[in-house]
């Protein structure tokens, strides 16, 4: 490939700082969240948004708790002029969110803009230019000093048009588009103009916005050019640093996180990185890789399947199933030493909520594989676990477990893993829980009711401590018999009594248990036997049985291990 047309990084962007101190700076606190997706969200849309849907998000944006919201690009096109008209007529507009809308910097799209934003209680007005050298010669044909007379010229046009709105809230904030493409000193001249002009103030901040308008380099580079600037901006307490980056190298969101440790305080980005080429930065990955972190991100993300509902039907465009925390599968285990390593960690997180004697959802967090708790997100731990041919016992046993009370033994669920292995190997496909109950009632339940060994009536009775009996007509192979049996216990004389019928069981193991509170709740009990038949030899075998007498339940679980070792063999 003709690697040699590129050019890297660094001899494309001036790099001034040596002393840079973001890698040792921690993030603990959420900068100012600015969401883009009604404008540059909206601008990469092949079907842009109509005010309906332009008005769904905006609803979104304001219940997800986003105090700031850029709505538009009023001078771009009448469905844009025509919302942010609808948002200042309609009153739609929280009293603490703030609007902003886009314009470029020319005077009669800034007078468009302003016309757009009448009656609309606070509003920040965003002017940009690109500045950087091919932008420059290129696009704009100007050199330096002809494009920062032409920025102060439109920055001076805004504010005149603004003072002539007494009472308006209106504030300002400027782009340098292509920021990180653009000598250092560039941007800084032109900043410290604007702040100047816009007489900026502690009270009533100028927003600089530093885009990384198409990425180019590591994120460090990034994070340098923003911590030169943060360093060297005049009146730095009147400005607020704000970031933009996009996502062309697939690192936006490691760009804006270290831009925030080099300084910024304000962050634009569309929620699941909607944008043009590869997208903005993520903000639902940025606000909840801040949670995970014990940081409040300062945006209720408590229902993310309802948001990506909205962002989907808005946008026209599917969110990926594997995308961070917002994806369909993120919080889903297929793989067998996962589903084995989660089922024991929410097991393990329910025992300690349970010693310490808090609800599990106040517990801290710490469950392998799941950053954070799913249920902080709207999830239910039912789509944590799925089955497939790549599943294995311990993800099987949590399924049975979370949905049906199931909780097969240890040694049990080898021997069911395989059946599940065996039918999913069949038809190539995932197993729902329902499938999955099936085939463990067809498996080890059903047998009990039909086979080679039918229990037509029984009855057990103790004449004395420790001395039980266990009557019952039998058919087997087609022949009834009358069977009776002693045992020091119901199951040991349900055995003895089967020797009637020429089937020879010991039993190797059994437990059960009761599958929900209350008295009336199904008990399930497990059982392993070695069965012999009148002329088999042995063979061992696991049954179960359901039912609400704990009793009944066991012997139908001996049944269905006695059909099952048998089977159709004579």
Same mark, same amino acid.
């Given at each position: 490939?003709?690697?040699?047309?590129?050019?890297?990084?660094?001899?494309? /962007?001036?790099?001034?700082?040596?002393?840079?101190?973001?890698?040792?700076?921690?993030?603990?606190?959420?900068?100012?969240?600015?969401?883009?997706?009604?404008?540059?969200?909206?601008?990469?849309?092949?079907?842009?948004?109509?005010?309906?849907?332009?008005?769904?998000?905006?609803?979104?944006?304001?219940?997800?708790?986003?105090?700031?919201?850029? &709505?538009?690009?009023?001078?771009?096109?009448?469905?844009?002029?025509?919302?942010?008209?609808?948002?200042?007529?309609?009153?739609?507009?929280?009293?603490? &969110?703030?609007?902003?809308?886009? @314009?470029?910097?020319?005077?009669?799209?800034?007078?468009? @803009?302003?016309?757009?934003?009448?009656?609309?209680?606070?509003? $920040?007005?965003?002017?940009?230019?690109?500045?950087?050298?091919?932008?420059?010669?290129?696009?704009?044909?100007?050199?330096?000093?002809?494009?920062?007379?032409?920025?102060?010229?439109?920055?001076?046009?805004?504010?005149?048009?603004?003072?002539?709105?007494?009472?308006?809230?209106?504030?300002?904030?400027?782009?340098?588009?292509?920021?990180?493409?653009?000598?250092?000193?560039? &941007?800084?001249?032109?900043?410290?103009?604007?702040?100047?002009?816009?007489?900026?103030?502690?009270?009533?901040?100028?927003?600089?916005?530093?885009?990384?308008?198409?990425?180019?380099?590591?994120?460090?580079?990034?994070?340098?050019?923003?911590?030169?600037?943060?360093?060297?901006?005049?009146?730095?307490?009147?400005?607020?640093?704000?970031?933009?980056?996009?996502?062309?190298?697939?690192?936006?969101?490691?760009?804006?996180?270290?831009?925030?440790?080099?300084?910024?305080?304000?962050?634009?980005?569309?929620?699941?990185?909607?944008?043009?080429?590869?997208?903005?930065?993520?903000?639902?990955?940025?606000?909840?890789?801040?949670?995970?972190?014990?940081?409040?991100?300062?945006?209720?993300?408590?229902?993310?399947?309802?948001?990506?509902?909205?962002?989907?039907?808005?946008?026209?465009?599917? /969110?990926?199933?594997?995308?961070?925390?917002?994806?369909?599968?993120?919080?889903?285990?297929?793989?067998?030493?996962?589903?084995?390593?989660?089922?024991?960690?929410?097991?393990?997180?329910?025992?300690?909520?349970?010693?310490?004697?808090?609800?599990?959802?106040?517990?801290?967090?710490?469950?392998?594989?799941?950053?954070?708790?799913?249920?902080?997100?709207?999830?239910?731990?039912?789509?944590?676990?799925?089955?497939?041919?790549?599943?294995?016992?311990?993800?099987?046993?949590?399924?049975?477990?979370?949905?049906?009370?199931?909780?097969?033994?240890?040694?049990?669920?080898?021997?069911?893993?395989?059946?599940?292995?065996?039918?999913?190997?069949?038809?190539?496909?995932? $197993?729902?829980?329902?499938?999955?109950?099936?085939?463990?009632?067809?498996?080890?339940?059903?047998?009990?009711?039909?086979?080679?060994?039918?229990?037509?009536?029984?009855?057990?009775?103790?004449?004395?401590?420790?001395?039980?009996?266990?009557?019952?007509?039998?058919?087997?192979?087609?022949?009834?018999?009358?069977?009776?049996?002693?045992?020091?216990?119901?199951?040991?004389?349900?055995?003895?009594?089967?020797?009637?019928?020429?089937?020879?069981?010991?039993?190797?193991?059994?437990?059960?248990?009761?599958?929900?509170?209350?008295?009336?709740?199904?008990?399930?009990?497990?059982?392993?036997?070695?069965?012999?038949?009148?002329?088999?030899?042995?063979?061992?075998?696991?049954?179960?049985?359901?039912?609400?007498?704990?009793?009944?339940?066991?012997?139908?679980?001996?049944?269905?291990? /006695?059909?099952?070792?048998?089977?159709?063999?004579?």
């Amino acid at each position: 490939m003709p690697h040699h047309r590129y050019r890297p990084a660094h001899d494309r /962007v001036a790099l001034p700082l040596a002393d840079r101190s973001w890698p040792s700076a921690r993030l603990t606190e959420a900068p100012l969240w600015v969401p883009v997706d009604l404008r540059d969200g909206n601008q990469a849309l092949a079907e842009p948004m109509d005010t309906t849907r332009k008005r769904r998000m905006f609803d979104l944006l304001v219940a997800m708790g986003f105090k700031e919201i850029e &709505v538009g690009y009023p001078s771009a096109s009448e469905t844009d002029f025509g919302f942010v008209r609808h948002l200042a007529e309609s009153g739609a507009v929280p009293d603490d &969110v703030t609007v902003s809308v886009f @314009t470029p910097a020319r005077r009669d799209l800034i007078d468009r @803009t302003v016309e757009s934003v009448a009656g609309l209680p606070r509003t $920040l007005v965003h002017l940009y230019t690109a500045t950087a050298p091919v932008w420059r010669d290129v696009v704009l044909a100007r050199s330096r000093a002809g494009l920062h007379a032409m920025i102060l010229d439109a920055a001076t046009h805004l504010m005149r048009r603004a003072e002539e709105r007494p009472g308006a809230d209106i504030r300002f904030e400027f782009s340098p588009e292509v920021f990180n493409l653009t000598e250092p000193d560039f &941007v800084l001249e032109v900043c410290d103009s604007l702040t100047g002009l816009w007489e900026a103030c502690a009270d009533r901040p100028v927003v600089h916005n530093l885009p990384a308008t198409v990425e180019i380099a590591t994120p460090n580079v990034y994070a340098d050019q923003i911590e030169y600037m943060h360093r060297h901006l005049a009146r730095r307490d009147a400005v607020i640093l704000s970031v933009h980056p996009h996502n062309d190298r697939g690192t936006g969101v490691a760009c804006a996180e270290l831009a925030v440790l080099a300084g910024a305080q304000r962050v634009e980005g569309c929620l699941f990185g909607n944008g043009e080429r590869t997208g903005n930065v993520d903000l639902v990955t940025l606000a909840l890789n801040l949670y995970a972190q014990g940081v409040n991100p300062m945006i209720d993300f408590s229902d993310i399947d309802a948001v990506r509902e909205v962002v989907e039907h808005c946008n026209r465009l599917p /969110v990926h199933p594997r995308h961070p925390y917002g994806g369909e599968l993120v919080h889903t285990a297929f793989s067998g030493t996962h589903q084995d390593a989660i089922s024991k960690g929410l097991a393990r997180h329910a025992e300690r909520a349970a010693a310490e004697g808090v609800p599990a959802d106040a517990l801290a967090w710490e469950v392998p594989y799941l950053p954070i708790d799913p249920g902080d997100i709207g999830r239910t731990y039912e789509e944590v676990i799925r089955i497939n041919s790549q599943s294995g016992k311990g993800g099987i046993a949590h399924m049975l477990r979370s949905r049906y009370g199931l909780d097969l033994p240890s040694a049990m669920r080898p021997d069911f893993s395989r059946e599940v292995q065996r039918v999913a190997d069949a038809t190539g496909r995932e $197993l729902s829980a329902e499938e999955l109950w099936e085939l463990f009632r067809a498996t080890y339940l059903a047998p009990a009711g039909g086979g080679r060994v039918e229990m037509l009536s029984w009855s057990t009775a103790e004449p004395a401590p420790g001395a039980h009996e266990f009557s019952c007509v039998l058919r087997a192979d087609g022949r009834e018999y009358s069977g009776k049996g002693a045992g020091n216990g119901p199951l040991a004389a349900l055995t003895d009594a089967l020797r009637t019928a020429g089937v020879t069981v010991g039993i190797l193991g059994y437990s059960e248990h009761s599958t929900a509170a209350g008295p009336d709740s199904p008990a399930v009990a497990y059982v392993r036997c070695q069965v012999a038949g009148a002329s088999s030899d042995p063979v061992v075998a696991w049954g179960a049985g359901w039912d609400t007498s704990v009793l009944t339940a066991s012997v139908r679980s001996v049944l269905a291990a /006695v059909n099952r070792a048998l089977g159709d063999r004579p």
